[in-house]
């Protein structure tokens, strides 16, 4: 049987990933960027209002896939299918911002259905850049923004993307432009662009939500009167850190000023600095109820024992510290045991 006539192999793909690493590790300050802008994205998913009313309904599918898409951009890039990887940040960009687009008027969970569903119908289709800047600037806080620092011109300088999805001609193509060999090489030159649009793809994306939902610019210490269960669409302070080195610096005063004279945010503000603080006995009991939920996931009382008193032991814990965790696993194994959870459920079926 005849071998498949294809120069695109894993193998090639397993070389690419060695050489990229090693440059990446080479180039620390490369690879300590591309994390912050990495976690900076992720972070934003937690801004996105979750409530009953929309909660499972699909309203924050776009955003989610398009950080799927980022990950896979990157898996692209890392062994050397930088084409494959441009297409994957174009999507996640129009992603990005369908995830504002769909809940600009905070009905996602309702306008989003046919587009989630893909029903075969032109108002189930994808909208077109001009038709989703128009929805974007009918927001007071996107339209003023833009009028400010020019977004919508931010946005246009990384649209060729697009012409990686339809492969406008060579410098678009699998040769990305280059005299190579026909077949996946590492391209430091195209790492470096990856990166850099990433970075770009990041900053539309992390900016269209601040300006959308501006108490995640809003710093406050949430902890004190929620503890760790908290049900805002809020930023820790450290995310917020790392947003604001992430952003043009102009980009994140503005979403500031903005922050401080949108309603909604300094209602909700408002609303949370009048609430009573948290007791430390509320704290524990939220953070054994989401052990427990930890533990009955399938992984049973031994395994989550196990992990912690490693996690634990990688800390200098005081004594009241290692009490308090020491009384958490009493709590815990009497749960466990009367509620048959002591070992994994895989552990558990082959005992039975």
């Given at each position: 049987?005849?071998?498949?006539?294809?120069?695109?192999t894993?193998?090639?793909?397993q070389?690419?990933?060695?050489q990229?690493?090693?440059?990446?590790e080479?180039?620390?300050?490369?690879?300590?960027?591309?994390?912050?802008?990495?976690?900076?994205?992720?972070?934003i998913?937690k801004?996105?209002?979750?409530?009953?009313e929309?909660?499972?309904s699909?309203?924050?599918?776009?955003?989610?896939?398009?950080?799927?898409?980022?990950?896979?951009?990157y898996?692209?890039?890392?062994?050397?299918?930088?084409?494959?990887?441009?297409?994957?940040?174009?999507?996640?960009?129009?992603?990005g911002?369908?995830?504002?687009?769909?809940?600009?008027?905070?009905d996602?969970?309702?306008?989003?259905q046919?587009?989630?569903?893909?029903?075969?119908s032109?108002e189930?289709?994808?909208?077109?850049t001009?038709k989703?800047w128009e929805?974007?600037?009918?927001?007071?806080n996107?339209?003023?923004?833009?009028?400010?620092?020019?977004?919508?011109?931010y946005?246009?300088?990384?649209?060729?993307?697009?012409?990686?999805?339809?492969?406008?001609?060579?410098?678009?193509?699998?040769?990305?432009?280059l005299f190579?060999?026909?077949?996946?090489?590492f391209?430091?030159?195209?790492?470096?662009?990856?990166?850099n649009?990433?970075?770009?793809?990041?900053?539309?994306v992390i900016?269209?939500?601040?300006?959308?939902y501006?108490?995640?610019a809003?710093?406050?210490?949430?902890?004190?009167?929620?503890?760790?269960?908290n049900p805002f669409p809020?930023?820790?302070s450290?995310?917020?850190?790392?947003?604001?080195?992430?952003?043009p610096?102009n980009?994140?005063?503005?979403?500031?000023?903005?922050?401080?004279?949108d309603?909604?945010?300094?209602?909700?503000?408002?609303?949370?600095?009048n609430?009573?603080d948290?007791?430390?006995?509320e704290?524990?009991?939220?953070?054994?109820?989401?052990?427990k939920?930890?533990?009955?996931?399938?992984?049973?009382?031994?395994?989550?024992?196990k992990?912690?008193?490693?996690?634990?032991?990688?800390?200098?814990?005081?004594d009241?510290?290692?009490?308090?965790?020491?009384?958490?696993?009493r709590?815990l194994?009497?749960?466990?045991?009367?509620n048959?959870?002591?070992?994994s459920?895989i552990?558990?079926?082959?005992?039975?």
């Amino acid at each position: 049987m005849q071998k498949l006539p294809f120069v695109y192999t894993n193998y090639q793909s397993q070389k690419v990933i060695r050489q990229t690493k090693t440059f990446l590790e080479t180039e620390n300050n490369i690879q300590e960027s591309l994390t912050n802008i990495a976690w900076a994205y992720h972070s934003i998913w937690k801004i996105i209002p979750q409530t009953y009313e929309n909660l499972f309904s699909g309203h924050s599918f776009p955003y989610q896939d398009s950080w799927d898409e980022i990950q896979v951009s990157y898996l692209l890039a890392e062994q050397g299918l930088y084409k494959q990887a441009f297409v994957s940040l174009r999507l996640a960009l129009e992603l990005g911002l369908l995830s504002v687009y769909f809940n600009i008027n905070d009905d996602g969970h309702l306008v989003v259905q046919d587009w989630l569903r893909s029903k075969d119908s032109w108002e189930a289709n994808t909208p077109r850049t001009d038709k989703i800047w128009e929805i974007l600037k009918s927001n007071a806080n996107i339209a003023e923004f833009d009028e400010l620092v020019g977004f919508r011109d931010y946005y246009d300088e990384i649209t060729y993307l697009h012409n990686f999805v339809h492969t406008k001609g060579y410098k678009f193509s699998n040769r990305v432009g280059l005299f190579k060999s026909n077949f996946q090489t590492f391209e430091s030159s195209q790492l470096l662009k990856w990166k850099n649009l990433f970075y770009k793809v990041a900053v539309v994306v992390i900016t269209a939500h601040l300006l959308k939902y501006p108490i995640g610019a809003i710093k406050y210490n949430w902890h004190r009167k929620t503890g760790i269960d908290n049900p805002f669409p809020v930023l820790l302070s450290s995310e917020i850190d790392l947003i604001s080195k992430i952003l043009p610096r102009n980009f994140f005063d503005e979403i500031e000023k903005i922050a401080q004279k949108d309603n909604f945010t300094q209602d909700l503000l408002n609303h949370v600095k009048n609430m009573p603080d948290i007791s430390e006995e509320e704290i524990e009991q939220q953070a054994i109820e989401l052990e427990k939920l930890d533990i009955e996931s399938g992984k049973g009382f031994l395994q989550w024992e196990k992990e912690h008193r490693k996690l634990y032991e990688r800390h200098e814990l005081s004594d009241p510290e290692r009490e308090n965790l020491e009384k958490r696993i009493r709590i815990l194994r009497k749960w466990a045991e009367e509620n048959d959870l002591m070992e994994s459920k895989i552990k558990h079926a082959k005992n039975t």
